[in-house]
Structures are given as C-alpha cells and as structure tokens.
C-alpha cells in the first residue's frame, strides 16, 4: 500500500465512523480493506453519505467520470477509485 493509499484508507475509515455515529449505526466489529462494503454495518443511504464526505475532503469524485470500471465491492476497491482520481488530475 502506497502512502496516498493509507491516507486515503484513514480518511475513509474517519467519514464511516463519523457517518455510523451520526446515524446511530453500528460498523461491524472487523474492518479491514477487504471488508465487502455491504459488510462494513452501513447501509446503501449512510455509504453515500461517506461518499459525499470522501468526495468534498479529497476533491475528487470518481463516481461522476467514466474512469471506473464498476463500482467498487471492497473497502480496498473504494480507496483505489480515489487513488486513481489522483493519478487522473
């Protein structure tokens, strides 16, 4: 893992926390960057909300460019997709 990965891997985890507290959920006990993010404890509105938070802190947003090839399944796929925003801009 590249340094701008952990980083990116730091600020994701940050905004899930965030997000899950603000919500009242719970992330599951195991997080890592394999965690499927269907797994991660966040539901469809509450991983959006992570994405917005991702988005206006990085100042990128790989979900509005044709530069993904699907939608990430994994923790570690979500911090790619900002990692490759980097390498775009």
Partial sequence: MTTREAQI?????????EVAAQTGTELAAEINPHTALVESGLDSLAMAM?????????????????????????????????????EVY
């Fill in 9 to 17: 891997e730091r600020e994701l985890f940050k905004c899930m926390e």
């Fill in 50 to 86: 992570v994405i917005a938070r991702m988005d206006e802190r990085l100042g990128s947003r790989p979900f509005q460019t044709e530069s993904l090839e699907g939608m990430p399944g994994t923790l570690a796929e979500l911090v790619l997709a900002y990692k490759r925003m980097d």
